[in-house]
């Protein structure tokens, strides 16, 4: 007797995960530095082709930068947010593909 009371086992729960895999040799990655920042980001993002917006948002969801451009092998570039006030961030980068959400820090 359990604390539930008497009862027949149930039956096992089985989950089944369907979906299109990433393939990671493939796969655009981004990396961002420094963070925290005391103005410039450098920003790349490996194995892409195609358009990229940035948007920075401050703490009330207002874009308070912006920046579109094509990548064609790879995509390199300098965010420059030194005239924001210090605190957090939210840096958006869309493309195609893919989108990257990352919280940065202005110091």
Avoid: M
Wanted: glycine share 8%.
């Amino acid at each position: 007797s359990e604390i539930c009371g008497d009862s027949e086992p149930s039956e096992p729960l089985v989950i089944t995960l369907r979906g299109h895999g990433i393939d990671e040799i493939n796969a655009a990655v981004l990396n961002i530095h420094p963070n925290p920042t005391d103005g410039e980001i450098n920003v790349s993002i490996g194995n892409i082709t195609s358009d990229v917006w940035i948007s920075v948002l401050n703490s009330f969801g207002q874009t308070v930068y912006a920046q579109h451009d094509k990548a064609e092998n790879g995509f390199n570039t300098v965010i420059n947010i030194g005239n924001l006030s210090d605190g957090s961030y939210i840096l958006q980068i869309r493309s195609d593909e893919n989108v990257w959400i990352k919280k940065i820090i202005k110091k």
